[in-house]
């Protein structure tokens, strides 16, 4: 790959445009801008057609798509407002992203998000609008944005189809008050093919469905999915089996008898957070809750279909005030302690080399009760992904000649939440990095070395996107990225 990389840095963008367009070869294609001659010339008279009043045309290609950039005498007032991505196999129009004003949205549309949890918040005057071109349909998704009105502001991006269902959403705390991410990559959303296997199961089990996006890993194929009025998340192989089905619920979608066994546990005064349903090839059916206690302290307790309760999945410290922190002293929301866990940690888990099959013992003995949610191997190694506590952690595993050996843990923290950011690093960020907002924390564990976290931050007026690294005292490691 790294040759076929350096081969087409040493030929025209043009040269690779008229090699490769509009062919049923497979194409290795290099982010670049175009001149206009040099795009296919189906795409470009599609466009003109398409598009008479555009202005301002930028021609870049990314991936195997030709993209142009534009403005209309309809949005001249948001430079650059529309883009249209066409298939360089196919030279057809895939898809294309423009804003409109939110008092145009349907009123399918309105009235979902004037009847969600966010209607009080404060929506953007503007929304992005994306027309899908699917064979034989044309698809449009509607992206609202939408902030709160407390002194520590949050904004909530929601994906809604024509029809008012809500099949995404994604949630960032702002710091900078002017911010807003005009920049946002919209390309898992371009239509694409499934393999035949993932086309097959969906055909047979979800017959009306639409594909709204996918992922296609090495290991593993991640396929969402519009079924009728309920998205779902469909989970495959490196050959195309299924492995899991998961579908987002409302705490009212919830089965009754899955609602009465939960309000007849001990855990009936919570507050449920998250709900999710699971069928799953390898461990049945069954429903996930995350719920929240009094106290701000989250953690998952699994149901079977027959509501029993899996006390695999419940808190392991019961009888203690210590529920988010795992029993090895590795918690990030108290990292003052790290240094004496430091010594100790691996005195209470196994260190020595392991087999395949005792991964998962190992994860359970290190984060007792944590869910196991994927597993990517490959010839170096394994990464598992789990839930633990209402957290998402990514495990790795190094595969040497004596066996697989953990090296890493790395936790994706929920900075929206103030007590999961730990004083030290709040401290940093409040007066180092003042002008910037937060929108990732990560704390990460190591084998060998010092623990730290890796904190994401933007800023729209100095235009500047910066990741900084810091130890649990707060210090200042690294920094990537440019003021």
């Known amino acids: 790959m790294k040759c076929m990389k350096n081969l087409l840095g040493g030929m025209s963008l043009a040269c690779i445009l008229l090699m490769s367009s ?9 982010e670049n801008q175009v001149l206009p001659e040099n795009v296919p010339a189906s795409v470009y008279e599609d466009f003109q057609k398409s598009f008479p009043e555009a202005t301002d045309i930028d021609w870049s290609v990314v991936d195997e798509y030709v993209v142009a950039t534009f403005s209309a005498t309809e949005s001249r007032s948001l430079s650059k407002a529309i883009s249209v991505w066409y298939w360089l ?22 009235n979902a998000f004037e009847s969600s949890e966010y209607a009080t918040w404060t929506a953007a005057e503007s929304v992005s609008l994306l027309t899908r071109y699917v064979t034989g349909a044309v698809e449009t998704i509607y992206v609202l944005r939408a902030k709160d009105k407390s002194e520590t502001m949050q904004e909530v991006v929601l994906y809604y189809t024509a029809e008012g269902i809500l099949v995404k959403q994604t949630m960032e705390v702002i710091y900078d008050g002017n911010y807003r991410d005009v920049d946002t990559d919209y390309s898992d959303w371009l239509p694409q093919t499934p393999s035949d296997n993932v086309t097959a199961f969906v055909n047979l089990h979800y017959p009306q469905a639409k594909y709204l996006y ?47 066994a939960f309000r007849a546990s001990e855990y009936a005064n919570c507050h449920i957070e998250d709900a999710g349903e699971y069928l799953t090839a390898a ?64 005195t209470n888990v196994s260190s020595t080399f392991l087999t395949k099959a005792e991964i998962d013992g190992y994860i359970q003995q290190r984060y007792p009760g944590a869910i196991v949610k994927d597993k990517d191997y490959d010839k170096n190694g394994v990464e598992v992904e789990l839930s633990y506590n209402g957290t998402e952690i990514k495990v790795q595993f190094d595969l040497e000649t004596q066996g697989y050996v953990w090296v890493s843990s ?59 690294k810091m130890n649990a005292q707060g210090d200042v490691l690294a920094e990537y990225g440019q003021h």
């Open 22 to 30: 509009c062919s049923d070869e497979e194409q290795v294609v290099v």
């Open 89 to 110: 196999k196919d030279c057809k129009k895939k898809m294309q992203r423009r804003d409109i004003a939110f008092s145009a949205l349907p009123e399918t549309v309105k």
């Open 214 to 260: 996918m992922y296609a890993g090495r290991e593993i194929t991640k396929v969402k999915i519009l079924d009728g009025w309920v998205a779902r998340m469909l989970l495959f192989d490196a050959a195309g089996n299924w492995m899991s089905t998961h579908t987002q619920l409302h705490v009212n979608e919830l089965p009754a008898n899955i609602l009465a």
């Open 283 to 346: 461990e049945g059916h069954y429903y996930l809750l995350t719920i929240k206690d009094h106290a701000g302290h989250k953690q998952e307790i699994r149901f079977d279909e027959n509501g029993n309760a899996d006390n695999e999945s419940n808190d392991n410290t019961e009888g203690d005030n210590t529920e988010d922190e795992p029993d090895n002293n590795t918690t990030p929301t108290d990292p003052e302690g790290d240094d004496e866990g430091d010594d100790n940690q691996d």
């Open 410 to 468: 790395e936790w994706d923290l929920n900075y929206q939440q103030e007590s999961v950011v730990p004083a030290a690093i709040r401290k940093t960020l409040d007066s180092k990095y003042a002008a910037y907002r937060l929108y990732f924390l990560k704390y990460n564990e190591k084998s060998k070395g010092e623990d730290y976290y890796m904190a994401g931050l933007k800023s729209a007026s100095l235009k500047s996107h910066l990741t900084v």
